[in-house]
Structures are given as C-alpha cells and as structure tokens.
C-alpha cells in the first residue's frame, strides 16, 4: 500500500521550499528513487540533460568540509562556535543533489536544457514532499567557483545549475502568496 499519495495539485500547492531542516537523514534508497522517478520530465529531443552528484550518508563528512571552504568567507578566522554556527545552515540537511546541466554552445538547446532540468527539479521536488522530505533549490555563488566544481567534478562544458538540499523538518513554513491570476492574464485580443 502506499502511504504517499498526494494529489498532484495538493503536491503543487502545498509544497514549501524548506530552509530548516531537523538533522535527520535522508535514506539513499529513498533519494535514488525520487531521482528514479524526476527523471521522466520532458526535455526535448530526449536529450536528458542532466546528472546529478548526490551526497546523503557517509559522504556527507567530505562534503561539509568542501561547502565550508567555499561556503564560509574566511572560516579559519571564525570562533569554533561560531563556525559551528554558519555551518548548521550546511549540516542540518539530510541530503544533497547537484544538478549538472551540460551547456550547449547554441543557445536555443541550452536554454531548453535549462528550462527541462527545471521542470526535473521541480519533480524532485514535488516526489520528495509526497514522501515527508522537504527541499530547497539553492543557487549559491560558489556553485560556479572552478574550484568547487572540481570538487564536485563538474566537467568543461557543464554547468552546476542547483544545490538542492533535501531533508526532514519540523517546522512547515508560512506559504507565500503569489500574485492573483487577474494580475497575470490577459485574454488574447482584448
Ligand atoms: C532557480 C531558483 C533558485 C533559488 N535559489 C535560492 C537560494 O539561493 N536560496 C534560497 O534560500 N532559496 C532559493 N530558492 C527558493 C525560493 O526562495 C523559493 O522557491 C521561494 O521563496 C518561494 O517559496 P516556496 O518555494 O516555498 O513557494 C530558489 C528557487 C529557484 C526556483
């Protein structure tokens, strides 16, 4: 039976970008197979235009260290208590998906590649909230340092798009509100 069964516009409306997460872990069997499942986004030309460097057990330990060096201006100059303090932001998640985009040199398919890892994450995303795991796609400035992609091991020619930190959380933010539809349509003509 499944326990997990949201209505895909309950998944859609009711999701939160989670920024506080509680420390547990996130199971590898139940990352892989929310990324099992994302992966039947449309993209064109079944280019599938990603890949992903996920990080949610033991290898978390060697990841910390590489988003406190590139994650924290001038960490060794910090007090231990208060870098224990900025890195929470790092190690209270249960888990961790960089999405890889190659960038294709016309722009047409790079924008397309782009837009389809989008709708991927956001099935990432919305998988994840189904099953209890909130998520936030981050786009932090180090993403593109050459340095941390050399960590990651992110190749000429790729981009590191999102650092999407997944986990359990306690507190379900406040939603909030968009725009009214009015605001945003105009029928064809009028
Ligand atoms: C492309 C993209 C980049 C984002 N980058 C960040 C980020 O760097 N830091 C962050 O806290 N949230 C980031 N977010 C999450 C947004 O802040 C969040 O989606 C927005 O506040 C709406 O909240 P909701 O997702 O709970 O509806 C990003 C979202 C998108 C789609």
Redesign the pocket.
Known sequence: MIDHALTVRDAIIQ???I?VFNGQPVERENLLSILEDAVWAPNHQLREPWRFVIACGKELEELYSVLKEFGIPKWKDLSEEELEKQMKKYMTPGGYVFVIVPEDARQKERLEDYAAASMLIQNVQLLAWDRGIGS?????GFLDNPKFREALGAKTGERIISMLQVGYFDEM?K??PRKNIDELITIFGE
């Open positions: 999701r939160r970008s920024k936030c796609w981050k786009t932090p933010p939603p909030k």
